[in-house]
């Protein structure tokens, strides 16, 4: 990707920017996009987070972002099971980040998405392809499938995408192997839910049913 020097005018507004558009420019260097996809209770927040502070740590500037559960844009702490936690934003609408966070490489190092099976498919492909072009890294995390065992499209769509990816495994509730599959011990509602505590669990191929 080239850009001119009318581009740079353009697109600076300050002259970091500018001082780093002139040095980018002639080498622009595509972002890299890794996705960690797996079943309930395989430990993808704790992945996702564990590459979050360790980005930190360099100094690096990261933008965390999840799905809103109550279809509003807030501030919010991305937390694991064992109590590592770190700020983000969540929201509804992908449009709702671009007005608020100008997402390019000398404002962010890399932006971090979570639960991205609850984020529309079209609008996550297209502002992630987006921030790659523009030399941002993306790192998601999500559910690769739902307890029927059907993929969410989000999710395959990432992976098929991504740079690097990785499927992080649970632990069979029944057996202790290692489980791929989420199971459906309630049946209630449509599709996985947020904060179903009790509701799913990872099960081994042996031990597992869709349901
Ligand atoms: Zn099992």
């Not at 558009?21 to 260097?29: D, I, L, Q, R, Y």
């Not at 030399?135 to 690769?144: E, F, M, R, S, T």
Request: proline content about 3%; hydrophobic content about 35%; some cysteine.
């Amino acid at each position: 990707m080239v850009i001119s020097k009318d581009d740079i005018e353009g697109l600076a507004e300050t002259k970091e920017q500018k001082e780093w558009w002139g040095v980018k420019s002639a080498n622009m260097t595509r972002g890299s996009l890794e996705v960690f996809a797996g079943p309930m209770y395989a430990g993808k927040t704790t992945l996702l987070l564990q590459r979050v502070l360790w980005l930190d740590h360099q100094q690096k500037k990261i933008l965390v972002i999840k799905p809103s559960k109550d279809n509003r844009y807030n501030e919010d702490t991305i937390v694991t099971h064992n109590q590592l936690s770190y700020p983000c934003i969540s929201f509804s609408e992908f449009s709702e980040i671009e007005d608020n966070y100008n997402i390019m490489p000398y404002n962010y190092n890399t932006v971090c998405l979570d639960e991205v099976q609850f984020m529309d498919c079209k609008d996550t492909l297209s502002s992630v392809e987006m921030w790659l072009r523009n030399g941002v890294n993306v790192i998601a995390a999500g559910l690769d499938q739902d307890s029927r065992g059907i993929p969410f499209e989000t999710t395959s769509q990432l992976l098929g995408l991504a740079d690097k990816s990785e499927k992080i495994k649970a632990i069979c509730t029944v057996c202790g192997k290692e489980a791929t599959k989420t199971y459906r011990v309630k049946a209630s509602g449509d599709r996985i839910q947020v904060g179903s505590m009790g509701m799913y669990e990872p099960r081994c191929l042996e031990h597992w049913e869709p349901k």
